[in-house]
C-alpha cells in the first residue's frame, strides 16, 4: 500500500521558515515525479513546486526564491524549504508522487503564516 506522509507544517510568524517533509513508503520514489500542492480555505488546490526524477524543478511565481524543493531518493523523501513566509502561504500543504499513468496524495498538513 502507498502512503505519503507530511509533516513539518505548524503556526510560524512573517518572515519566519519551516521546511516540510514528505515520506514515502510501499513505492520506490525514484521513477516518480513528485510535488507540493496547497489548498487554502475556500480555494483550489494549486501547485506549488515540482521536481520531476530526473532533478528538474519547478515554482510558482509566488514563491520563486523563496521556497526550495528537493528529494532525497534513498529516503524516499521530497521536501519543501521555505523562507520568508507570508501570510498569503497560509494553507494546507499536500505532496504529491506521480507517474506513469499513477498518482498519489498524501493527507497534509497545515501551514499557518501570522502577520
Known amino acids: 500500500q502507498v502512503q505519503l506522509a507530511e509533516s513539518g507544517g505548524g503556526l510560524v510568524q512573517a518572515g519566519g521558515s519551516l521546511r516540510l517533509s514528505c515520506v514515502v513508503s510501499?513505492?520506490?520514489?525514484?521513477?516518480?515525479?513528485m510535488g507540493w500542492y496547497r489548498q487554502a480555505p475556500g480555494k483550489q488546490r494549486d501547485v506549488v513546486a515540482t521536481i520531476a526524477r530526473d532533478g528538474r524543478t519547478n515554482y510558482t511565481d509566488s514563491v520563486k526564491g523563496r521556497f526550495t524543493i528537493f528529494r532525497d531518493n534513498a529516503k524516499r523523501t521530497v521536501y519543501l524549504r521555505m523562507n520568508s513566509l507570508k501570510p498569503v502561504d497560509t494553507a494546507v500543504y499536500y505532496c504529491?508522487?506521480?507517474?506513469?499513468?499513477?498518482?498519489?496524495w498524501g493527507q497534509g498538513t497545515q501551514v499557518t503564516v501570522s502577520s
Open positions: 510501499g513505492i520506490t520514489t525514484v521513477i516518480y515525479d
Open positions: 504529491k508522487l506521480w507517474g506513469w499513468g499513477t498518482n498519489y
